[in-house]
Nanobody
């Protein structure tokens, strides 16, 4: 069973930083591309960043360029999102994602709230 457990969210002031983690199980993590996305209630899910199995970042959304960094530790089966210079508009639920054996899997998400 594929499981994605995101954590690390919280309440932070504008300009602050957070690091999100997504611990995974149930699939060949070291061979698989991973992504982070976020969703504001009532809006669509927006992909933020993607990293391939070799650790190369293959996509970064314009909204986070220069502020957020995706990384992974294959030995820990974990993907990270380092978020710096946070803005109130970054407030959302953040999800990690994997596409595995013809299906999309999303973690339960972690709430990030940025106060002004």
């Amino acid at each position: 069973e594929v499981q994605l457990q995101a954590s690390g969210g919280g309440l932070v002031q504008a300009g602050g930083s957070l690091r999100l983690s997504c611990v995974t199980s149930g699939f060949a993590f070291g061979d698989t591309t991973m992504s982070w996305a976020r969703q504001v209630p009532g809006q669509r899910l927006d992909r933020l960043a993607t990293i391939n199995s070799g650790g190369e970042t293959t996509f970064v959304a314009d909204s986070i360029k220069g502020r957020f960094t995706i990384s992974r530790d294959n030995s820990r089966r974990t993907v990270y999102l380092q978020m710096n210079s946070l803005k109130p508009e970054d407030t959302a639920v953040y999800h990690c994602h994997v596409f595995w054996k013809t299906r999309d899997y999303w973690g339960q998400g972690t709430q990030v709230t940025v106060s002004s």
